[in-house]
């Protein structure tokens, strides 16, 4: 694969987080190239949300490293490179005084230099972002008087703005219509194949996707990979080879 | 209106009203969107340590007040990053702190008589040339500072985690922005008093967020109820002798009012 010759973007050697002698995540190694789409499934509290803030830089590793574009993570800068839509996104504070437009400009904040305002090329990322995620009909209304699936589509289109290389999305579906779910990954899918942006995301409901997603992690406080879903969705030849047990998928898929 | 503008004190005591309801309002928006509502009192009660030890030790009462206010936002900041404390507790437990503080030291100095209580209610009497110029030299790099950076400490109000992956420095904002409110509240203590000045910084926002309209439609009207509660609220207090800081506090609290019933859900 062509891709491998790139840097990863993400590089995890051996990760290890613990919270007051309470092991979340385990001796966890892998890495992730341009053009992926991985899916990250797994109980709650196994400790996806919180690979997802390591990779962020909002917690740090207990133990091992982790490389961002071949930069140890305190050395990195470019976070304009990452696009980020947190779980509780559809969630906004119905009062906040923010337009459509207003909360898709802050996408452009991580690449502004002091003392200037919106240059052109930053009123044209926006307006892409908006075209893209086809909010740009409600671009003057307030955030907080749309439904769910405007709203999440909003916050993509924030962090589409900063023209990331990855996307990385936190059960991004809570609280929205089954509807708006399947446009959603319609959407994810052509960013994916169109853009070649890069997408990670957590999920509970991986039926829905597995016919596009290229590959998928189970974290349980371990990780289980599992290099081709559409094949061999049970990984039970991946976790011989990684020597992790993988019984999570299989659990998983019955639970819903 | 023109007739009060001939004396020298309200013209000062109105570039100074002015300024402090730019600055009020401006940072007052960052202030409530982040629930932070309450330190503006504690700040203001800090302020008044400040204004106790200049009055007792014979310094400049505002540059004091300026110097104690921005100990005290520092001194919440580490209490609250550093410690197992809930942050409103925290703000409590200062608000009275320093107001206890402040009397004892005013007592023991003997100081205990009318200037303190202009500054605790505000007096546009007594607002001097050097606390104008006080009041314009630091106000300008605060305001300097929250024109600069009105973008990010809008993104960390509507999601701190967000801007911090987006590349922000979260942290070493919100430590300028309570080091300005401090600077902002202690200015503004003499102008409007110390029991007075949250009001001023908090309600012009809550009155201009029921209207819903963007961030920076927001934080215009917002500045518009300030300028006018101000204006109008010393010139009521000109003509009816009545104290400056209470008179804008109930102007401001009636816009508040007529704004809550106009956009009623």
Same mark, same amino acid.
């Given at each position: 694969?062509?891709?491998? +010759?790139?840097? #990863?973007?993400?590089?995890?050697?051996?990760?290890?987080?613990?919270?007051?002698?309470?092991?979340?995540?385990?001796?966890? %190694?892998?890495?992730?190239?341009?053009?992926?789409?991985?899916?990250?499934?797994? #109980?709650?509290?196994?400790?996806?949300? $919180?690979?997802?803030?390591?990779?962020?830089?909002?917690?740090? #590793?207990?133990?091992? $490293?982790?490389?961002?574009?071949?930069?140890?993570?305190?050395?990195?800068?470019?976070?304009?490179? @990452?696009?980020?839509? /947190?779980?509780?996104?559809?969630?906004?504070?119905?009062?906040? /005084?923010?337009?459509?437009?207003?909360?898709?400009?802050?996408?452009?904040?991580?690449?502004? &230099?002091?003392?200037?305002?919106?240059?052109?090329?930053?009123?044209?990322?926006? !307006?892409?972002?908006?075209?893209?995620?086809?909010?740009?009909?409600?671009?003057?209304?307030?955030?907080?008087?749309?439904?769910?699936?405007?709203?999440?589509?909003?916050?993509?289109?924030?962090?589409?703005?900063? %023209?990331?290389? =990855?996307?990385?999305?936190?059960? /991004?579906?809570?609280?929205?219509?089954?509807?708006?779910?399947?446009?959603?990954?319609?959407?994810?899918?052509?960013?994916?194949?169109?853009?070649?942006?890069?997408?990670?995301? =957590?999920? !509970?409901? =991986?039926?829905?996707?597995?016919?596009?997603?290229?590959?998928?992690?189970?974290?349980?406080? &371990?990780?289980?990979?599992?290099?081709?879903? &559409?094949?061999?969705?049970?990984?039970?030849?991946?976790?011989?080879?990684?020597? @992790?047990?993988?019984?999570?998928?299989?659990?998983?898929? !019955?639970?819903? | 209106?023109?007739?009060?503008?001939?004396?020298?004190?309200?013209?000062?005591?109105?570039?100074?009203?002015?300024?402090?309801?730019?600055?009020?309002?401006? %940072?007052?928006?960052?202030?409530?969107?982040?629930?932070?509502?309450?330190?503006?009192? $504690?700040?203001? !009660?800090?302020?008044?340590?400040?204004?106790?030890?200049?009055?007792?030790?014979?310094?400049? /009462?505002?540059?004091?007040?300026?110097?104690?206010?921005?100990?005290?936002?520092?001194?919440?900041?580490?209490?609250?990053?550093?410690?197992?404390?809930?942050?409103?507790?925290?703000?409590?437990?200062?608000?009275?702190?320093?107001?206890?503080?402040?009397?004892?030291?005013?007592?023991?100095?003997?100081?205990?008589?009318?200037?303190?209580?202009?500054?605790?209610?505000?007096?546009?009497?007594?607002?001097?040339?050097?606390?104008?110029?006080?009041?314009?030299? +630091?106000?300008?790099?605060?305001?300097?500072?929250?024109?600069?950076?009105?973008?990010?400490?809008?993104?960390?109000?509507?999601?701190?985690?967000?801007?911090?992956?987006?590349?922000?420095?979260?942290?070493?904002?919100?430590?300028?922005?309570?080091?300005?409110?401090?600077?902002?509240?202690?200015?503004?203590?003499?102008?409007?008093?110390?029991?007075?000045?949250?009001?001023?910084?908090?309600?012009? $926002?809550?009155?201009?967020?029921?209207?819903?309209?963007?961030?920076?439609?927001?934080?215009?009207? %917002?500045?518009?109820?300030?300028?006018?509660?101000?204006?109008?609220?010393? *010139?009521?207090?000109?003509?009816?002798?009545?104290?400056?800081?209470? *008179?804008?506090?109930?102007?401001?609290?009636? @816009?508040?009012?007529?704004?809550?019933?106009?956009? &009623?859900?």
């Amino acid at each position: 694969m062509s891709l491998k +010759f790139k840097l #990863p973007i993400f590089d995890v050697e051996n990760v290890s987080f613990s919270v007051r002698s309470q092991t979340i995540l385990q001796n966890i %190694s892998f890495q992730i190239f341009h053009g992926e789409y991985i899916a990250i499934i797994g #109980p709650n509290g196994g400790g996806k949300t $919180t690979l997802i803030r390591l990779l962020l830089g909002l917690e740090k #590793p207990t133990s091992g $490293t982790i490389r961002i574009f071949g930069k140890k993570l305190n050395n990195f800068k470019e976070w304009y490179k @990452i696009g980020y839509v /947190p779980q509780r996104a559809a969630h906004v504070d119905a009062n906040f /005084p923010a337009t459509v437009e207003d909360i898709v400009k802050m996408g452009r904040i991580a690449k502004r &230099k002091l003392f200037s305002s919106m240059s052109q090329e930053d009123k044209e990322m926006v !307006h892409d972002a908006m075209l893209k995620m086809d909010i740009l009909d409600l671009k003057d209304k307030m955030v907080g008087t749309l439904s769910g699936g405007q709203r999440q589509r909003v916050m993509i289109a924030r962090a589409l703005a900063s %023209s990331p290389e =990855i996307l990385i999305l936190d059960e /991004p579906n809570t609280g929205v219509d089954v509807k708006s779910q399947q446009r959603f990954y319609k959407l994810l899918a052509k960013l994916n194949k169109e853009e070649g942006i890069t997408i990670l995301f =957590i999920t !509970h409901d =991986i039926g829905v996707i597995a016919d596009d997603i290229g590959r998928l992690f189970t974290i349980n406080q &371990k990780a289980t990979i599992c290099n081709d879903p &559409k094949k061999e969705l049970s990984c039970e030849d991946m976790s011989e080879l990684y020597g @992790i047990e993988a019984h999570l998928i299989h659990n998983h898929r !019955h639970e819903h | 209106m023109l007739e009060m503008l001939e004396y020298d004190f309200m013209q000062r005591a109105l570039i100074a009203g002015i300024f402090i309801a730019t600055l009020a309002s401006l %940072s007052g928006t960052f202030v409530v969107l982040r629930r932070y509502s309450l330190i503006s009192e $504690t700040l203001a !009660h800090s302020a008044l340590v400040g204004v106790a030890v200049g009055l007792v030790a014979g310094y400049n /009462p505002m540059w004091m007040a300026v110097v104690i206010a921005i100990l005290s936002a520092w001194l919440i900041e580490y209490l609250r990053s550093s410690f197992a404390l809930y942050s409103d507790a925290v703000l409590a437990i200062l608000l009275s702190g320093s107001l206890a503080l402040a009397v004892i030291i005013v007592s023991l100095g003997g100081a205990f008589n009318n200037s303190l209580f202009s500054y605790l209610f505000g007096s546009i009497l007594s607002v001097s040339d050097n606390d104008v110029l006080t009041i314009v030299i +630091f106000g300008s790099l605060s305001l300097l500072f929250l024109l600069l950076f009105s973008k990010e400490l809008y993104f960390i109000a509507y999601d701190e985690e967000v801007a911090k992956t987006s590349g922000v420095k979260v942290n070493f904002l919100n430590f300028l922005l309570v080091t300005v409110v401090a600077i902002i509240i202690a200015l503004s203590i003499r102008v409007v008093g110390s029991l007075l000045i949250g009001a001023l910084m908090v309600i012009p $926002t809550v009155a201009a967020l029921q209207y819903r309209v963007g961030f920076k439609n927001t934080m215009l009207i %917002s500045l518009f109820f300030a300028l006018f509660s101000v204006i109008f609220g010393m *010139t009521l207090s000109y003509y009816f002798s009545l104290p400056s800081g209470a *008179t804008i506090v109930l102007c401001v609290i009636t @816009i508040f009012i007529i704004s809550l019933l106009m956009n &009623k859900r």
